[in-house]
Every structure is written in structure tokens, then in C-alpha cells.
């Protein structure tokens, strides 16, 4: 059985989904083994498409107008393949740079296992370079992960701002750029360090500043 899949990208009006019904239809798709989204490729929320492949059983084939139809991206792409593949689903691509696509016959295997090749040439492109990125940073005394929110300095002045019975906790936490919930983990309402300040503090400067009388 085949079974169709349309998308565009926008569900304002703009674009229709005819020209792709019309193809989908000439290549044999039934009206009522269509599916549709409309909705950017690069959304994972597609309920269309996650049906339209829900529904494919073994010996079925899934036919697209292009292949930017169906894949997010080329790793997405092999991946949703490969899935179809261990279902023995196949795919069939109508025009476009993937047309010569059609995983039902020996030689649009071949075309889809080179895609899949690029797919895998490309991810190791990225590891490598991430490595490659971590290092060299490291070697210049930085290390990964996400920035702190919160600073040394930062500490320093909520330390001695709420320290002072005039600061507007709301205030303070605007001009830091830190939420309320990030500054009661590191000060406490008295200007005291909590375990998350005094981590970021070096010993000497974890004295608690005392209230303006």
C-alpha cells in the first residue's frame, strides 16, 4: 500500500499543499492514505506525520514529494529511514535532489546508504570539532558547561546590598540578572553567604556584613 505524506510551512493561507496532493495522487497514493501538516520541518511537533508513519505496516511504501518534506535535517532524516527500513517500510521520493530515492529497489538503497554515510561523516565532523574546541580551551584555562548566572562580584554585592534594610530584593535582582530563587540560594536575607556563596567566595570574604543602623 502506499502512503502519502505533504507538508508546508505555514498555516496561514499562503502556501497550499495541491501541487503535492496532485503528485502524491498521480503516483498512486489513495485520497484516504494522505497525510498533512502544516507546520516548519524543523518542528518535532508534527501530529500528521507521527500518525502517517504510526500507520505504516510491512510491505507498505511512504511516497513524498521532496525530501525536505519529511526530514528535519539529514540525520533526521536517516534516522526515520532507518526506522522505516527495520519495519520494511520503504520510501519513495517523487522530485527534488532526493528523487532518485526509493529504498523499494536495489539502486535507491544505495543512493539512500550514501545519504546515510554523509549523515555519519557529519556527526564525526562535529564530535571531532567539539573535542577539538574542549581542549583547546582548556589549555587556555577555561572549561565547559554553562557561564554562572552568579559571579564573585555579583555575590559581593548582594552580600552588602541586602545587608542594608532600604534594598528592593526585586530591584537588586534585576540590575544582577539573576533571579530571586538564585539569590536566596547564595545570600541570605541578612546579607548572610549561604553554601552556594561561600563556594564562589574565596575564605577571606565570606564575613557577613553587618545592617546600617
Known amino acids: 500500500m502506499l502512503v ?17 496532493r496532485d503528485a502524491l495522487l498521480a503516483a498512486g497514493v489513495e485520497h484516504e492514505a494522505l ?38 535535517d539529514l540525520r533526521h532524516l536517516v534516522n526515520v529511514v532507518h526506522d522505516l527500513t527495520s519495519r520494511d517500510v520503504g520510501l519513495k521520493v517523487l522530485t527534488g535532489q532526493g528523487a532518485t530515492i526509493d529504498t523499494t529497489t536495489a539502486s535507491g538503497k544505495l543512493v539512500f546508504g550514501i545519504f546515510a554515510a554523509l549523515a555519519e ?32 562580584a555579583k555575590v559581593r554585592l548582594a552580600q552588602a546590598s541586602m545587608g542594608q534594610p532600604e534594598t528592593k530584593v526585586g ?25 552556594a556563596g561561600r563556594k564562589l567566595l ?10 546600617k543602623k
Open 121 to 152: 561523516f557529519e556527526r564525526e565532523l562535529i564530535s571531532e570539532r567539539t573535542i577539538a574546541g574542549l581542549a583547546a580551551a582548556r589549555a587556555r584555562g577555561r572549561t565547559g558547561g554553562r557561564p554562572r548566572k552568579m559571579t564573585p
Open 4 to 20: 502519502g505524506y505533504v507538508r508546508v510551512s505555514k498555516a496561514d493561507g499562503s502556501q497550499t499543499t495541491d501541487l503535492q
Open 202 to 211: 574565596p575564605r577571606a570574604a565570606t564575613g557577613v556584613v553587618a545592617r
Open 35 to 72: 497525510y498533512e501538516d502544516k507546520a516548519s520541518g524543523k518542528k518535532d511537533d508534527r501530529p500528521h506525520l507521527a500518525a502517517c508513519l504510526k500507520s505504516l505496516r510491512s510491505g507498505d511504501t511512504l511516497v513524498v514529494w521532496k525530501l525536505d518534506r519529511l526530514g528535519r
Open 171 to 195: 530591584e537588586l535582582c534585576r540590575e544582577l540578572g539573576i533571579s530571586r530563587q538564585t539569590l536566596y540560594r547564595h545570600v541570605s536575607p541578612t546579607g548572610q553567604l549561604r553554601a
